[in-house]
Structure formats: C-alpha cells, structure tokens
C-alpha cells in the first residue's frame, strides 16, 4: 500500500506514534510518505519505503497568521497525486484532518476518491479540540472520516460525552511499543554517573505542558527522598519547565534533580530506572509510561483517561487521584523496597508485552482496507 501519514514532527505521543507506525509499515513492504512541516523526530531513512514530503509555509505581509491548513491540503493533494496514495492517515484531529477533507473534495473534482483515516490521541478532543474555537470543525472533520480511531477506550467514550454531534463509528487501536527498541540495557556506568551511592532512580519524561503536573512528579520526589536515598531525571521540555527548576530550588532538592531536556536515546535513560512518575490530569493512553514499563520500569500515575488500560493496579504499579501527591509518594515507596522492586520490574514488562508493536500494526493495516473499501463503494 501507498500510505500517507500527516501529524505533528515533533516530540510528543502523537508524532511518535505516527512515525514509529510509519516505519514499522515500512519494514513490513508498504511504502509510507510523510507529510509534515519538519522531518519528524525519529524518522531515519534507512528502509527504503520511508519517504519525506515538506510543507512549506509561506509567509506574505498580509498573513498575520501563515494559513497552515491550506498549504498542508494543497502539498496532501500534491503528493496523493504524483505519488498515485492508497490512503491517508491523519495524526491528531487539528488540523489534520480538517485538512485532509478540502483534500479530498479538491481530489474528488479529478475524480480521485482518496481514503482518509484519522487518529485521535488525546488532547486533539480532551483539551484543546473540545474548545468552542474548534468545536464545530473538529467535528465536521471526524464525522467526514472514513475511519475513525483513538488511542483508548477512554478517549473513544470521552470523544462522544464531549461531542454531541459526532455520529461516527470510532474504532480502538491502542498505543503500541518496538521491545527490541524498548528493553533493559546493561547501562551501569550511566547509573553509577547518576547515582553515585546507588540511589533509587525516579524518572519523569513529557513535554512540559501544565496537563502534566510536572510539580507533582516533584512533589512526590520529595516525600522519596525523606524515606530514602533518591535521585530524580526530568526529560523533556516546555512551558512549565521554568516553574519546575523554581519549585526545585524552593523544595532544597535542587541536587538531587537533573533535567535532562530533550533526548533520543529516552530507552537508554530508563534502562537505569527504578520508577517512572506520571501524575498527569488528563492521558488518553501514556505512551511514555508504556516506554518505560517496557524497560522493566514501573509506574506511579494518576488514575485518568486511558492509564488504567495500561497499568494493572498493583501489578504493574499503582495509580491515584489526579494530585493525590501523598498517595502516590506512598505507593512509590512501597514499589522501590528491595523485596518488591524486583517484582513490580517483572510484571511492567510483562504488561507492556500486550502493546507489542507487531499485534497493533495489523489493526491499522485493517482501518486502512475498509477506508478503501468504503471510497470503493462511493464510487
Ligand atoms: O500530551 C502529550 O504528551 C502529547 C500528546 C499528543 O497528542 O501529541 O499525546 C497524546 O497522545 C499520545 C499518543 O497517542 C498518548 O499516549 C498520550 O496519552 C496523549 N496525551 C494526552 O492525552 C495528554
């Protein structure tokens, strides 16, 4: 199949997930195009299937705001064109899949009938897609869909309580983990580095935002390290991070707490962790909590959205009440005691075993033969 992909190329669940799917649909014979404004974070071109289509946006005196929708539609119709698409994959509803619609009407004027095929992620309907300034289209653009899909069966409820217009069938296709990638390395020079003393390891990864309630991770940081010795990494960046190096410095844990920015090598980090903290208010899935549970690394969480499909309470590790920050601290505790860590290591991988990538892609291998199936019969 000829396959294009459209999402957001920069670190984030969203993109990851639609260029990790690009990728392995590579490997597999499919030949992908990705259509976006930068080469995403973690595509590299060693399969030969993989392709990068830029969208250049240009500015004019007149365009206070640079129309991206347009530009975006017209390279989505450039490219179904020359590069003949079977199908179009849209990541994250705003403005993907807006796009892809004046796409398809422009196509279907040649007599193009181009398949589309939009995944809702998370905050695309939780945060900034139910808002009244995208309402109306956010809607238009997953009813006008051939299929549908979102990352849990949270986010599929939530997408309907949220939008009372959307009438459209939403298929599940959870997040999904390349354990060949994602597994245990032997990295004891990098946590001796780290944790000199052998420390327990806490890690945190996101971007930043305020939905992460990155002062909780430190929150509860502090209550470790007053049971016992503790280091924290925090990776990733954004808005809040400022606020979190203040907090930091107001808490006096300042030493015991490394921000590690933006990194590739994230399975490198969390092969030397001992557990991973996502206190999150809203997660439709919590695709970073997967990466770590697949590095043996258990989960402390809120008890939000799709984390409870991911996280078996007491198993794999424990989730909370959105800024219960002493019930977290406890339940961190009780993971990071020598006669349970052990264990608790044991369970995460063996959870995250469900979520291999090898049993998702043919789901959406399926979404993408009934989008084609369903333009067939417009025909
Ligand atoms: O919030 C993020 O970290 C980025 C965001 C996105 O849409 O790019 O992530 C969402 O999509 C991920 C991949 O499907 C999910 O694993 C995350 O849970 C989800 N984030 C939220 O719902 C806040």
Redesign the pocket.
Known sequence: MKIGIVC?PTF????V?ATELGKSLASIGHQVHFITYEQPTRLDFLSTGLHYHKVDIQTYPLFKYPPYELVLASKMVNVVRSEQLDVLHLH?AIPHASAAYMAKQILREEGIHIPTVTTL????I?LVGKEENFAPVVTFSINQSDVVTA?SESLRRQTFDLFDKVHHEILVIP?FIDLNRFTRQKKEHFKKAICPENEKLIVHA??F?K?KRVDDVVKVFAQIRKAMPAKLLLIGDGPERRSIERLCQETQICQDVRFLGETDAIEEVLSVADLFVMP?E??????AALEAMACEVPVVASNV??LPELIEQGLSGFMSHVGDVDDMAKNAIHILQEQNLVKFKKQALERAKNFEISKIVPLYEQAYEEAIQKNMIIR
């Not at 984030?12 to 993109?15: D, F, V």
């Not at 809203?282 to 695709?287: A, H, N, P, T, V």
């Open positions: 957001y984030g669940g969203s993109g997930v994250y992620h998370g905050t695309d939780t990352v997040n996101s971007n935002r939905v999150s809203k997660e439709s899935f919590g695709l959205g799709g």
